[in-house]
């Protein structure tokens, strides 16, 4: 019984089919060519069940425009597969656009006068906005910090402290520059001072 449902089935969904396309197709030579393509698949559409229910340990492909419900699991298979591969490349992608902007971050702060090196950190929410910025700076030895009657060299100068007036400018220097150029105003930026 299930045989002929699916015989009826088919063989109904291919005639509505055909009827769509003959109403589309203009007269002429392409009217017999398409009557015969439809023949072809009520043909299939008949004998593709008959075939399987005879020979069941033989697997016929003739019906692979046919809807099977065990395809379906198939299908989830391969969308699963597909969605690892994107979250994959996804993560690949969020990695190396975290650190070009970082080296950005990076390169751009150093620019602000009184700031030797920077060291950013980004982190991102789930949607892949700018969450916080962590910006670990180490401020330049200018002529400011230097005492004129300390005669020690410029490598062990590097261990003093800037005070705290400079460290406030530089930090609003270096907010309102980033804030300004990415557009970061809804982050956090933490900007913590290394031993100037």
Known sequence: MAVLTEIVRNVLIIVLVAGFLEMLLPEG???PLVRLCIGMFILIAVLNPVLTCFFSERNFQIGS???QPERLDQAADIEEAGARINQNLVGRSEKITKGKLEEQINAVAVLVPGVQSVDSQITFDDHGTVQSLYLAV???AG??????????P???RRD??????????????LTNLIQNLYGFEGSSIKIVFEGG
Not at 143 to 152: F, G, H, I, P, T
Not at 160 to 173: G, H, N, S, V
Request: charged share 55%.
């Open 160 to 173: 003093l402290k800037i005070d705290d007036e400079t460290e406030k400018q530089l930090t609003d220097k």
């Open 143 to 152: 002529e400011a910090d230097e005492d004129k009657d300390n005669k020690m």
């Open 29 to 31: 030579n392409m009217k």
């Open 65 to 67: 425009w046919d809807y």
């Open 138 to 140: 180490k401020p330049a």
């Open 154 to 156: 410029s490598k062990l």
